[in-house]
């Protein structure tokens, strides 16, 4: 056939060649675009893709590069004299600021925060007498005036039980005693806690720097246990003071034994120590805390009120003495930090927490003051959230947790300051500024043609803490009401007063 075919004619031999040229040359086209998009195409394209891979890790590398050297972080600088090594406890101290952005660095950085767990004045004095502006001491020099035992305990007020400092008040203890022969009495020294109960002739009347407290008989008892109340405070002046105490939470420990049959040779029935009773394992307080989820403070309350008691009052009378203790200590505390810290008053505050005893009626009696409470949550992991609120909440208080992004706690340009606080915010009595004439009369001082620069920065420190205290309560200056007396107050104290009650005119949502 095809032979035959073949030789029929010649045109069409020639149309046949150029007919199978062509549908060679199809074919090749179809062969080329078949290879070219099965395997060129995805060669270029993987290519491609490669190249991006590899510019792409480039970039990111080269940004990652950046970033850490252009992300500067706010710095805090760890102190601990006793185990230098050791920061286990501080480790939700370390835990909130590192969430808030600080990096840790020690005293040869440019640091923004000292963080220290023990006294850090003696040791590190000269480090420390002349702090940058940016500056802030997590201690007032002088606090011992608050935290020492026998300072504290030796103070006046009826919300402290009586006490003498031994040998000094021998004479008046023996008085005492003579008039109300029932007492018992607990015998204490700043570097231990002696704590068992001793009658009058058990003490040792002659132990230099210790001192004889009264023991509170009758306590008020959850559950037959007896307990104590840690409220956390914070200062974040001297000079004029500014007083804050946590209200979010407080911290309840119970002694670990019922308290009565009293036996005194049994300390675990009166003394709360390191393995006391936390609250949910108090029958009365469990389902509150645990069950229905409220604050330690809250589950107390409640139970309070189901035995047709008001808890009110006793919190106010813990607010109150925090307040008057602190008022009666500001002065010897400015003495400290004026002779040794010239002019740098304004880079300490103090975390403390005032624990109290309860007596049946209610009525609280203040026993200590820690500097650098335990806040560690290994023995009690369900602490953690207390510590670390009471921590958050204090780091916003004071401006370390601030809303714009910073490099360090220096501050910024004058827009950037004025963005946050401005001289607005801080005018006050408009009335009374209208009148003034010159700056001798005390009021005028706050009016703005009158601010010295101590003034606008007392002033914007004030407003800070105003707008950023969160679940703090402010104890002093106190809640503004009429007719308030300020003259038994310092100058600084009343100036600062004398502002909350103008911006209170002017804003009721600053009278307390
Ligand atoms: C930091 O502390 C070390 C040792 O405690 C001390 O030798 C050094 O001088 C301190 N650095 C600064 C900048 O004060
Ligand atoms: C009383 O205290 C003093 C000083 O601390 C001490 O020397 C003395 O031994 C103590 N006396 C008793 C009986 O414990
Ligand atoms: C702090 O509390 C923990 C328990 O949560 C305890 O183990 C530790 O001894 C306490 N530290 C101090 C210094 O009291």
């Not at 001297?238 to 036996?263: M, N, Q, S």
């Not at 009120?305 to 008022?327: E, H, Y």
Request: proline content about 5%; glycine content about 4%.
């Amino acid at each position: 056939m095809t032979q035959v075919k073949k030789p029929s004619t010649e045109v069409g031999q020639v149309k046949r060649a150029s007919l199978s040229d062509r549908l060679l040359s199809t074919k090749v086209k179809v062969l080329a675009k078949i290879i070219l998009s099965v395997f060129v195409a995805p060669a270029i394209l993987y290519g491609l893709f490669f190249l991006f891979l590899r510019y792409q890790t480039q970039l990111t590398r080269i940004e990652i590069k950046q970033v850490s050297v252009k992300e500067k972080r706010p710095v805090y600088w760890l102190y601990n004299a006793r185990e230098p090594q050791s920061t286990g406890h501080l480790k939700h101290v370390i835990r909130v600021l590192e969430r808030l952005g600080f990096e840790r660095g020690s005293n040869e950085s440019d640091w923004d925060l000292l963080w220290a767990h023990d006294y850090p004045f003696k040791n590190l004095y000269s480090q420390l007498y002349q702090p940058k502006p940016h500056q802030l001491i997590n201690h007032f020099p002088g606090c011992g005036y608050i935290t020492n035992k026998v300072d504290l305990s030796t103070s006046e007020g009826d919300f402290l039980p009586k006490s003498f400092k031994i040998p000094e008040d021998k004479d008046k203890l023996l008085e005492f005693v003579e008039k109300n022969p029932e007492k018992t009495f607990v015998q204490k020294s700043n570097a231990h806690r002696g704590i068992k109960i001793q009658r009058v002739q058990e003490l040792n009347l002659t132990a230099v720097g210790s001192f004889v407290q009264e023991f509170i008989e009758r306590p008020y008892l959850v559950d037959g246990f007896k307990f104590d109340i840690g409220i956390y405070t914070v200062v974040t002046s001297i000079d004029p003071l500014r007083v804050y105490a946590y209200k979010g939470d407080v911290l309840f420990r119970f002694c670990p034994v019922e308290y009565y049959p009293f036996d005194p040779e049994n300390i675990d029935k009166y003394v709360v120590g390191d393995d006391y009773l936390p609250i949910w394992n108090v029958p009365s307080l469990k389902n509150s805390y645990t069950k229905l989820g409220l604050s330690m403070k809250e589950s107390f309350d409640t139970y309070v009120r189901s035995t047709g008691k008001d808890p009110q009052r006793m919190w106010d009378a813990c607010f109150d003495a925090i307040k008057n203790v602190l008022l009666q200590k500001e002065a010897q505390i400015r003495d400290v930090v004026e002779k040794r810290f010239r002019g740098t008053r304004r880079n300490f505050f103090e975390l403390v927490r005032f624990d109290f005893t309860v007596d049946e009626n209610l009525d609280v009696f203040m026993m200590e003051a820690n500097m650098s409470p335990n806040l560690s949550s290994a023995h009690y992991p369900p602490n953690q959230l207390l510590y670390e609120q009471v921590l958050y909440n204090l780091f916003s208080l004071i401006g370390l947790a601030q809303r714009t992004r910073k490099d360090s706690l220096k501050p910024g340009s004058k827009e950037e300051r004025d963005m946050v606080v401005a001289d607005k915010n801080l005018v006050v009595l408009p009335e009374v500024c209208s009148e003034c004439e010159d700056c001798f009369k005390v009021e005028c001082q706050l009016c703005r043609f009158c601010f010295t620069d101590d003034t606008r920065r007392i002033l914007t420190q004030t407003y800070w803490e105003h707008q950023n205290k969160m679940d703090y309560l402010r104890l002093f200056p106190p809640v503004i009401k009429k007719n308030m007396v300020l003259k038994d107050y310092s100058l600084r104290n009343q100036l600062l007063v004398r502002w909350f009650q103008g911006k209170c005119e002017l804003d009721p949502t600053w009278c307390n």
